[in-house]
């Protein structure tokens, strides 16, 4: 079982759901913006993209800054799970 959640929070609004794991929460904020994702790579063709998606989680701080394109900044927290 895991002793921490993971919560994505896009300009300020957290997604409703919590993630068992980075991974999921950082496939669920690509997945939400896959259009636009796969259009810079497209335009890109093969050079380097303004996004960054692809980073590794942040697990000094426990928060993760992802940057899908212009006014779309997604951070992804791990929080504990505290149970008495």
């Given at each position: ?48 993209m303004c996004s960054e998606v692809d980073v590794p989680e942040n697990t000094l ?24």
């Amino acid at each position: 079982m895991s002793s921490a959640v993971y919560v994505v929070v896009e300009n300020g609004v957290p997604y409703p759901i919590a993630y068992t794991s980075f991974a999921c929460a950082a496939a669920a904020a690509k997945e939400k913006h896959k259009e636009a994702l796969e259009e810079e790579r497209r335009v890109a063709d093969g050079s380097s993209m303004c996004s960054e998606v692809d980073v590794p989680e942040n697990t000094l701080i426990g928060k993760t800054y992802l940057y899908v394109e212009k006014e779309i900044h997604i951070y992804i927290h791990k929080l504990p799970i505290m149970s008495f």
